[in-house]
């Protein structure tokens, strides 16, 4: 597995959405004069060959791999979409690892039933389109009226692998985390956007809130799903302010 490790400080581990890159993060570099930032490129994106194992259960042991790898014991994890179900996953499988999680834009509870009516469509709309254009259509999709710049921004964290995408997008079939983070008391931070047509709030950061009361949690006015390109400043403020406290 790829990844970057940036600055000097307490760990913190960036985990990149579906069909992107460690290029996700790009507008949070600037966490690095704070922490020590560890950013992969989950296996089957970006220029990874890895075309199997593209579970759930391999995304964070390939992590947890990575922090082995770097003599890091335990870190503050921070997941957007797909990277903030996987920081569950992690979780899962490692409590004692994880100091702190930031779930941003992401569920912690997909209902096969529900996964499947939208597998269906995501799949034709990918047989319909070239490579550039499905990654057009899918930023176009994951910003609230976007300016240019970040539409560029976005277009350039995607890197469609076609044998792996589709994968990684049904590892989250028929998740439920909700009762473990119910009973942790890890601390939590969930981040939404008001207008994020991928993980709704109402069906997703509200969700969880209500298992985890003790969870503290923003809504983001004004955004999409990819919360941390469209409002870099307010994000990385809420990352900071989070583990700082």
Not at 122 to 143: A, F, P, S, W
Not at 181 to 203: E, F, G, H, N, R
Request: glycine share 6%; hydrophobic share 35%.
């Amino acid at each position: 597995m790829n990844y970057q490790i940036i600055g000097t400080g307490e760990p913190l581990v960036l985990i990149h959405g579906l069909g992107q890159t460690q290029n996700a993060w790009e507008l949070q570099i600037e966490l690095s004069d704070n922490y020590q930032l560890y950013i992969p490129t989950l296996r089957g994106h970006g220029d990874s060959l890895i075309t199997t194992g593209m579970t759930l259960n391999y995304f964070a042991k390939d992590i947890l791999q990575m922090l082995d790898d770097n003599g890091i014991q335990s870190a503050h994890f921070c997941g957007l979409s797909l990277g903030g179900v996987i920081v569950q996953e992690i979780f899962k499988q490692s409590p004692g690892r994880v100091k702190s999680m930031i779930l941003a834009n992401t569920t912690s509870y997909v209902p096969s039933f529900s996964f499947d009516l939208g597998y269906t469509e995501r799949i034709r709309i990918l047989n319909k389109y070239t490579d550039e254009q499905y990654i057009n259509h899918t930023v176009l999709n994951t910003l609230h009226m976007p300016t240019n710049k970040e539409i560029e921004q976005a277009i350039h964290t995607f890197h469609l692998n076609r044998d792996s995408y589709i994968p990684s997008s049904k590892a989250i079939r028929g998740i439920n985390y909700l009762p473990l983070l119910c009973a942790t008391t890890t601390p939590i931070y969930i981040i939404s956007s008001s207008d994020d047509k991928v993980t709704p709030s109402m069906y997703n950061a509200q969700v969880i809130k209500m298992w985890v009361h003790r969870a503290k949690m923003s809504v983001l006015p004004d955004t999409g799903h990819l919360s941390n390109i469209q409002k870099p400043m307010e994000f990385n403020n809420i990352v900071r302010n989070f583990i700082n406290n």
